[in-house]
């Protein structure tokens, strides 16, 4: 990889951050895709560090969790018995938000199932320096993970929505109306009033629109768990430290007071790979 110069290298992880798939990337930069898969695998072990070493000690007060459905090498309907289900099939990113400043101070690749979940808000439970309102939707592994990991240390609250029955013909494809929500307090104090996923649904689709491997109804998949979760990495790197948030007009980290400057790209891309 010390042989792609620097400029090479940050154009090609910029266009896999805003959208690009693999091979559209290839053709834009002039770079052979599997110097390009490296590349990605490369920085997304870099980033996930550098966001371990920099998700400490977090101010938040409220973190809403979700997670996002996506696959590795074949949808779940296709598998066999000789197929190995951690490397293959349907596979969630767990993702925690802070609404205030919209930064994601933990993920996690994995099953929608108990350990996954477990393994993720232990994960999000280390990083926090204070009390927090946790918000999810009604995924019961969250109520036992949050338990484990927070003990009663923590003010947390469920939000299930109802939404209108899907339209048969044209417009299927439209996401549904939100026609009734019910909230329940699961733990703690929870102010009602924010017990909410609204903001991490919001991410889901900048994860889809900036992840190609996320978009839905297309040929765009991971081949490989690994090329999924550098590109989750690379994707909550740039998210956090060098995509200013048009709200904010800062960064993510900035906001938190996790950073002081907005980050280059071809900065973050320098500090996570060789």
Request: net charge positive; aromatic share 6%.
């Amino acid at each position: 990889m010390n042989r792609v110069p620097l400029a090479r290298r940050a154009q090609i992880i910029n266009c896999l951050v805003e959208g690009s798939s693999i091979r559209s990337t290839e053709r834009m930069t002039g770079t052979h895709r599997d110097t390009i898969c490296r590349l990605l695998v490369e920085v997304g072990d870099g980033c996930a560090k550098l966001m371990d070493e920099q998700m400490r000690e977090l101010p938040c007060r409220r973190i809403e969790v979700d997670e996002i459905w996506a696959y590795v090498g074949k949808k779940q309907r296709h598998m066999t018995p000789l197929d190995d289900p951690r490397r293959l099939g349907d596979q969630y990113t767990f993702v925690a938000l802070d609404p205030a400043s919209k930064l994601v101070p933990a993920h996690r690749v994995g099953k929608r199932d108990l350990p996954t979940a477990t393994a993720f808000i232990a994960d999000l439970s280390e990083r926090l320096g204070n009390r927090v309102q946790l918000s999810s939707d009604a995924l019961a592994a969250y109520v036992e993970a949050t338990e484990r990991a927070f003990g009663a240390e923590v003010d947390y609250g469920q939000i299930v929505k109802f939404y209108e029955a899907e339209p048969a013909g044209r417009g299927r494809y439209s996401p549904p109306h939100v026609v009734g929500a019910e909230r329940s307090v699961i733990v703690g104090d929870p102010d009602q009033a924010h017990i909410s996923t609204s903001m991490i649904e919001r991410q889901n689709l900048t994860m889809r629109m900036s992840m190609r491997r996320f978009t839905r109804l297309t040929n765009a998949f991971s081949k490989k768990i690994e090329n999924l979760r550098a590109a989750v990495a690379v994707h909550f790197a740039h998210y956090n430290f060098v995509r200013v948030h048009r709200s904010l007009r800062v960064t993510p980290a900035m906001e938190a007071g996790v950073s002081d400057r907005l980050w280059s790209i071809a900065e973050l891309v320098e500090r996570t790979s060789n």
